[in-house]
């Protein structure tokens, strides 16, 4: 059993960063995949990065490219999102995953039914 709380989303302008965090709590080793994924009003939730547990491989969505970077720290626990060049189309609600079923990064983690641990979710807004 994997709990996972998110903190560290705001209000930003647009131009400017942010850094989420999610905390991660119970069985460590089940968390072989970690992702981000994030919903703005009326949309479906849409993948955004993952990394595997050991830190050696990343993926990131097209959309985030180049500005963000998701990387974790397993000493404490703990997975972290990097925004930078925050734009206004980045508004959404931020949610950590984890797909303890996933060994590597194949197509199966950019879909939302891979994750089977969610938490409650980090507002973010980007004003222009």
Do not use: H
């Not at 850094?19 to 089940?30: D, K, P, Q, V, Y």
């Not at 993948?47 to 404490?76: E, H, L, M, Q």
């Amino acid at each position: 059993q994997v709990q996972l709380v998110e903190s560290g989303g705001g209000l930003v302008q647009a131009g400017g960063s942010l850094r989420l965090s999610c905390a991660a709590s119970g069985r460590t080793s089940s968390r072989n995949v970690m992702g981000w994924f994030r919903q703005a009003p009326g949309k479906e939730r849409a993948f955004v990065a993952a990394i595997t547990w050991s830190g050696d491989s990343t993926v990131y969505a097209d959309s985030v490219k180049g500005r963000f970077t998701i990387s974790r720290d397993s000493a404490k626990n703990t997975l972290y999102l990097r925004m930078n060049s925050l734009k206004p189309e980045d508004t959404a609600v931020y949610y950590c995953a984890a797909a303890t079923k996933a060994s590597d990064l194949t197509w199966r983690i950019l879909v939302v039914t891979t994750y089977d641990t969610w938490g409650q979710g980090t507002q973010v807004t980007v004003s222009s």
